[in-house]
C-alpha cells in the first residue's frame, strides 16, 4: 500500500513538471564576441558585429566573422544581421561594445535599451568610445595573434589597474544614466600602427560625448574619484639646466595610498564651493638625479610634487567643467545634502555647473625610495 501512494505522488509531481520550453541551444548560435557603433552617412546606425566561430577540432584557433550591417535601432541592425548568416545570433557572450566619436556625440542610452531590456544580455560588457569609428577598429581583427575583441578586453582591464580608465560595464553605467546629478566617463580607444591605445578617458554629459582628458589628467581624475587602483604612476619634470632638459630632469612615483575628503559649500550668493583634500604617500620609481637619502631633498620635492599635483588636479577640474561633465557627481551631493539648492540650481545645471568653484588641494609624501640610497 505504502509503495502505491509514493507511485501515485511521483506520478502527480511529474505532471506539473515544467520541459524546457525556454531552451536556447549552444549548437543554434552564433555568439557575439563584440559589438560597434557608428553614425552611417544616412543617419542611420551603422552596426558592426565581431562573431566568435570555435572550431570544431582543438588543434585549430577561433576565428572572428565580422558583419556590418545599417538599421534605425540596434534591435533592427541585429535582424538585418542575422539575416546574413546561419543559426541566431546572441549576445550573452559579448565581451566588448565601442562606440564611434560621432555616433557618441548624440545620445547614446538609445543603443543600450535593448541590452536592458533583454534578460539575455552580457551585462559585464565594457563599453568604449573609438576615435573616429569602432568599425576601424574591428577591422584589425587581431594584433598579434590575439583576437581583436580579446585584446581590448584584456587591454582595458589592465589599464583599470593602472588608474588610468574607469571600470565601466553595461551594468555599472545605467544607474549614473539615470542620475541626473551625475555624468559618466569611458575609456576613449585609439587606433595606432595595427595597435590599439587605451590611455584617455571620454567625457559626457547628458548621455553624449563632450571632451577628452589626456593620460595624467585621467588618472588625476580617478583619484580625485577615489578609485584608484592597483598602481597609479606618474612623471613629472623637476627642473631645467640652462634652458635643455635631459632624464636627470624627471622623477617617476607611484602613489601607493591616497586619502580623499569632499566638501560641498553652500556659500554667499548660492556660491558652490567643493573643496577636495587629497594625502598621497608615494613612492619614488625612479629618479636618476638622487640624493633622496638628504632630508632637505626630499623635503624640497615634497612641496614641488604636491603644487605640480594640485595645479594638475586644477586644470583637469577646468577642463571636466568646459566639457560640462559632472564626473565627480556634485549635483547628486546637492540632491542628498542640499534640496533646496539643488531645486533653484537643476533648470539650469550645465551653466551652474560651470560656475562651481573648486578648490583641491594634494599633499604629497615620500614614504618610499626604492632599495638605493
Not at 593602472?162 to 585609439?190: A, H, N, Q, R, S
Not at 577628452?212 to 580617478?222: A, W
Not at 577642463?319 to 537643476?346: E, N
Amino acid at each position: 500500500m505504502k509503495r502505491i501512494y509514493c507511485l501515485c505522488a511521483v506520478i502527480f509531481i511529474l505532471l506539473f513538471m515544467t520541459g524546457c520550453w525556454d531552451q536556447d541551444l549552444l549548437k543554434n548560435a552564433r555568439l557575439i564576441d563584440g559589438g560597434g557603433f557608428d553614425l552611417a552617412p544616412n543617419g542611420k546606425l551603422l552596426t558592426t558585429l565581431v562573431i566568435r566561430d570555435v572550431p570544431a577540432s582543438e588543434q585549430q584557433s577561433p576565428k572572428n566573422d565580422i558583419i556590418f550591417t545599417e538599421g534605425n535601432t540596434t534591435m533592427e541592425a541585429r535582424d538585418n544581421a542575422d539575416d546574413q548568416i546561419s543559426r541566431h545570433l546572441r549576445a550573452y557572450k559579448n565581451r566588448i561594445i565601442l562606440i564611434g566619436e560621432e555616433r557618441a556625440k548624440q545620445d547614446i542610452y538609445p543603443i543600450f535599451d535593448i541590452l536592458y531590456r533583454d534578460p539575455k544580455s552580457a551585462l559585464n560588457a565594457r563599453i568604449g568610445v573609438a576615435k573616429g569609428k569602432a568599425a576601424d577598429i574591428f577591422s584589425l581583427k587581431k594584433v598579434g595573434n590575439v583576437l581583436i575583441t580579446e585584446e581590448i578586453d584584456e587591454l582595458i582591464k589592465s589599464k583599470e589597474e593602472t588608474t588610468t580608465v574607469p571600470k565601466v560595464t553595461i551594468e555599472k553605467i545605467y544607474p549614473i544614466m539615470m542620475d541626473p546629478g551625475e555624468d559618466f566617463v569611458l575609456p576613449y580607444l585609439v587606433e595606432k600602427g595595427g595597435r590599439v591605445d587605451v590611455s584617455r578617458i571620454a567625457m559626457f554629459h547628458n548621455h553624449q560625448f563632450t571632451g577628452i582628458l589626456r593620460p595624467d589628467e585621467s588618472i588625476m581624475y580617478l583619484l580625485l574619484k577615489d578609485k584608484k587602483g592597483k598602481t597609479a604612476r606618474f612623471t613629472r619634470k623637476i627642473n631645467i639646466r640652462n634652458g635643455h632638459q635631459n632624464s636627470y630632469d624627471f622623477l617617476t612615483f607611484n602613489v601607493e595610498k591616497s586619502e580623499q575628503k569632499m566638501k560641498v559649500l553652500i556659500q554667499s550668493g548660492n556660491q558652490i564651493t567643493v573643496k577636495l583634500d587629497l594625502k598621497w604617500k608615494v613612492n619614488i620609481i625612479e629618479y636618476p638625479k638622487d640624493r633622496l637619502n638628504e632630508k632637505k631633498i626630499v623635503t624640497q620635492l615634497n612641496q614641488h610634487l604636491s603644487k605640480e599635483m594640485t595645479d594638475l588636479a586644477k586644470d583637469t577640474l577646468k577642463k571636466m567643467q568646459k566639457a560640462r561633465c559632472d564626473g565627480l557627481g556634485i549635483g547628486r551631493q546637492l540632491i542628498a545634502f542640499h534640496p533646496r539648492i539643488w531645486k533653484t540650481q537643476k533648470e539650469d545645471w550645465d551653466g551652474n555647473y560651470q560656475k562651481v568653484h573648486f578648490a583641491p588641494v594634494i599633499q604629497v609624501e615620500i614614504t618610499k625610495k626604492g632599495i638605493i640610497n
